[in-house]
């Protein structure tokens, strides 16, 4: 059995305050199948860059196997497939290539295509081919499902299922449940690995929050115990102080006073130093915090209604002839990549024209968008919430109850992470008061935990909405229409 040993592992950003790592022990088993799970910003893709050896740290890493990270960085993508994928793995013959490519769904014709020329998600699938046919490598897969369609999820989750070796970053939470058997999570400076998938590691995980939080309620009740019988030997404390004063410190009395002085300070310092220990055994408890949304009821049942609609870019038909009509409810758009789901919610929101038929929006009826891209936000927070008319106060409440730290409050939007962006985006349509939600993969790099909140969130409040997801287990849960493309 190989192994990769990490012993006290310590790391923070040169010039950071945070410790992003304190003490992490793990020793992990090079066939494991691993998802990892943690809120944004915790560290995991800088956990994954630490066994590349890319930071300076504190403590040991051992493995008798080399690491590789996905997404691999492409040089030349004018480059073939081929090319590529032998640069990746020099020694693959080109039938273990044609092999791995029919398990993930790719026609062996790309082979001599240009590298540039395949779609997001082909390309995704060309590179795991390369480095899955490297011999003796652990692979360190970073968020693969961000450019792939439901079905494709399903594909990938199948051939990662027949691999071994590889840790595994995606907040979806049924791929998660497709292909892996061990969990590691990720919580306030610290790493844990448990046996099973998400599912299995999620339950576990109740029960052990369940326990802990019923540990911190006794806990509390002893540490406010002590703490009252703290303040009264602090208050007998200074009344024996007063007494000597009164005595003139002199004789039996103030000898007495003095003895017993030095009893209650003892007395004292004892129950400080417990409620020390004490508050040092509560367990920090990750939980998800409920979150609100205020939507308005429209006047009639019919927000947007379609009529024969088409569209088409640089004379390329998306589709024509769409009939649809959105009322209330939560209604999914589901299709691959390419089918027009990102155009029909641009329809609605009027950032795009159709090419044909029409589109009719209620009148007066108010809509708010969150895009799918989320790459253009800059500046200071403070100044969003202004531009965009919302109360800052309650923006980062919400904020908050994604995992927000304070001090990134402070920081330029344009330092957050891809997921960070995108709850800044939803906190915002979360304050606006609309009859339409339009959200437009609105989970994109968004963590399990998060998404739990916006999944329960809606099924509290029950917004009328049209979005697009990849997320299977979301879509499920929350929608109540599904129209496939």
Not at 215 to 230: D, P, S
Not at 417 to 428: E, N, T, W, Y
Request: aromatic share 10%.
């Amino acid at each position: 059995m190989s192994t990769i040993q990490i012993s006290n592992l310590t790391f923070s950003y040169d010039g950071s305050y945070d410790t992003i790592f304190e003490d992490v022990t793990l020793q992990i088993d090079t066939k494991w199948k691993l998802g990892f799970c943690g809120r944004n910003g915790r560290g995991k893709t800088t956990f994954l860059k630490l066994l590349m050896g890319e930071f300076e740290y504190r403590g040991y890493i051992s493995s008798d196997v080399s690491f590789d990270y996905f997404p691999f960085s492409v040089q030349d993508e004018a480059l073939s497939v081929l090319d590529i994928i032998f640069e990746i793995a020099p020694s693959a013959q080109e039938w273990q290539i044609r092999k791995e490519l029919s398990l993930l769904s790719v026609d062996d014709g790309v082979l001599y295509q240009p590298f540039y020329t395949l779609s997001n998600g082909e390309q995704t699938k060309v590179l795991l081919v390369g480095l899955f046919l490297k011999e003796n490598h652990f692979l360190l897969i970073d968020e693969p499902t961000n450019h792939l369609d439901t079905f494709a999820r399903k594909v990938v989750a199948d051939y990662l299922e027949g691999k071994s070796g590889f840790i595994l970053v995606s907040h979806d939470r049924a791929f998660l449940d497709a292909c892996c058997d061990h969990t590691l999570s990720i919580n306030k400076m610290n790493i844990e690995i448990v046996k099973g998938n998400f599912s299995s590691w999620w339950e576990q995980k109740g029960r052990q929050d369940a326990f802990e939080l019923a540990q911190n309620i006794k806990l509390g009740k002893e540490i406010n115990r002590l703490k009252v019988a703290t303040r009264r030997t602090a208050d007998w404390s200074d009344k024996i102080e007063a007494s000597k004063i009164g005595a003139g410190d002199k004789g039996y009395v103030g000898a007495q006073a003095a003895r017993m002085m030095k009893r209650s300070k003892a007395t004292q310092q004892r129950g400080e130093k417990a409620i020390v220990e004490k508050e040092s055994l509560l367990k920090n408890i990750e939980k998800k915090e409920d979150l609100k949304i205020h939507p308005l009821t429209f006047h009639t049942p019919q927000h947007v209604r379609f009529e024969n609609v088409g569209v088409s870019f640089n004379k390329r038909e998306i589709f024509n002839g769409l009939d649809l009509t959105i009322e209330r409810g939560r209604l999914a758009l589901v299709g691959g990549n390419g089918t027009g789901k990102s155009s029909i919610l641009k329809l609605i929101t009027g950032e795009l024209t159709p090419s044909s038929g029409t589109v009719y929006t209620a009148s007066g009826l108010i809509i708010s968008y969150v895009p799918q891209d989320a790459t253009f936000l800059t500046g200071k927070l403070d100044d969003f919430a202004t531009d965009s008319g919302i109360d800052l106060t309650l923006f980062k409440t919400i904020l908050r109850k994604l995992d927000f730290s304070r001090d990134q409050f402070e920081k330029d939007m344009s330092s957050y992470s891809a997921g960070q962006k995108k709850k800044v985006l939803l906190a915002r349509s979360l304050l606006e008061k609309a009859h339409l939600y339009v959200w437009d993969e609105p989970l994109n790099y968004i963590d399990v935990l998060s998404r739990m909140q916006i999944e329960e969130l809606l099924l509290v409040y029950q917004p009328t909405m049209i979005f697009v997801e990849h997320d299977e287990r979301f879509v499920q849960h929350v929608a109540t229409e599904i129209i496939n493309l």
